[in-house]
């Protein structure tokens, strides 16, 4: 008897059926064990009717063995790749109630930040500017500070800055990947990747060892914005995959907020578009956690009860350290800068703004540049 679980598992790996029509399927036969083991003259039914492609049929008839399809899971298991699907009470309630949630869920990481916990989704180009990586870090550190994971794609750009955002502020972060869960994309990010699989959680629908491809991206956006409340959009060309995630967003009725940008700059021209078409302009963390519903008092109490004991003390702050951040703001300023005027040399200069990084006081978006955290 083939156990439900292991049919999403079949169904999920099925290269030839797209998600929405993967969610038709289970709508009319009832069940993924039901389709898989659905006769052959009902296939071919539908293969006449033009709801199912001939290609399609091919592959569910050659797949579908009951021993072949029992062993995918011990298989996956073996070389140390766990998965969720529908059929697991872990899988997350806010993607299950999406149009076309994924049939399976390979992830690496903390299973534990699916549950129960406030998501936000944070999208944007993948050649930022100086000023998006601070804007986006920003946003992430204030809301990852009051206890929401932050969601992100684990791409360049924006992505990238919204994982370390925060991860740097001790919060909590989930990658959802456009390839195979053991395939990190770009490469670049490699460094970025290994730390969630370790200590966060990564996420992909699609199976150990599928390359990343560019027509899964698009379909990966549309659980950054399933798991997520709402969906934060820092600068975004006019044509880009960032506006296709705001577009699942709002589709499944989740809040859309957008950062404004300058006139006329290309990076911005998305999100000011969004902005006029009804996004919700933010300005400060405190916007969307407003509109959510947030009580942002009592989330900052309970993290610091949380984090008493931990031996780390910010509010002092030496007269060397409260000279560099008068001199900082979230506009960048190289180390020369900090150094003028100042009784220390470069060596002791950049110790010291080693020790106020690691401290949350100050960030470094920029070998060599500061600004305040």
Request: glycine share 10%.
């Amino acid at each position: 008897m083939i156990e439900e679980r292991d049919a999403f598992l079949w169904l999920g790996g099925l290269r030839t059926i797209a998600p929405v029509m993967r969610q038709k399927l289970l709508e009319l036969f009832g069940s993924a064990n039901q389709f898989l083991q659905a006769p052959e003259s009902e296939l071919m039914a539908l293969v006449a009717d033009g709801q199912l492609k001939q290609e399609s049929m091919e592959e569910i008839i050659t797949t579908r063995r009951e021993e072949a399809v029992q062993r995918l899971a011990e298989d996956y298991l073996k070389r140390g790749f766990s998965f969720l699907t529908p059929a697991d009470p872990e899988y997350p309630e806010l993607l299950r109630n999406i149009p076309d949630p994924p049939v399976t869920l390979f992830y690496r990481g903390r299973t534990e930040l699916l549950s129960g916990t406030l998501c936000i989704g944070v999208v944007g180009t993948r050649t930022p500017s100086l000023y998006g990586k601070e804007v986006a870090g920003r946003f992430v550190s204030g809301l990852a500070s009051a206890g929401i994971v932050i969601v992100s794609g684990l791409a360049a750009g924006i992505d990238a800055e919204a994982h370390m955002s925060a991860i740097r502020s001790g919060g909590a972060t989930i990658g959802v990947l456009g390839g195979g869960i053991d395939i990190c994309y770009p490469q670049r990010n490699y460094g970025i990747y290994y730390e969630m699989c370790e200590s966060q959680l990564v996420l992909s629908e699609y199976a150990p060892g599928v390359a990343p491809l560019a027509i899964q991206f698009p379909l990966r956006n549309r659980i950054i914005s399933g798991l997520s409340e709402g969906l934060l959009v820092v600068e975004a060309r006019k044509r880009s995959g960032t506006l296709i995630t705001a577009d699942a967003a709002l589709e499944q009725g989740r809040s859309v907020y957008a950062v404004p940008g300058r006139l006329g700059d290309p990076l911005c021209e998305g999100t000011n578009n969004l902005i006029r078409q009804g996004a919700m302009c933010v300005m400060e963390v405190s916007d969307i956690l407003e509109d959510l519903g947030v009580d942002l008092k009592q989330r900052k109490r309970s993290r610091s009860a949380g984090q008493k004991g931990t031996g780390q003390d910010n509010g002092k702050l030496t007269k060397e350290e409260q000279q560099i951040l008068s001199k900082l703001s979230l506009v960048p300023v190289h180390v020369d800068e900090l150094l003028k005027d100042g009784d220390g040399n470069l060596q002791d200069t950049l110790s010291l703004l080693l020790s106020m990084e690691r401290r949350a006081l100050i960030h470094q978006p920029v070998r060599g540049y500061y600004t305040l955290a």
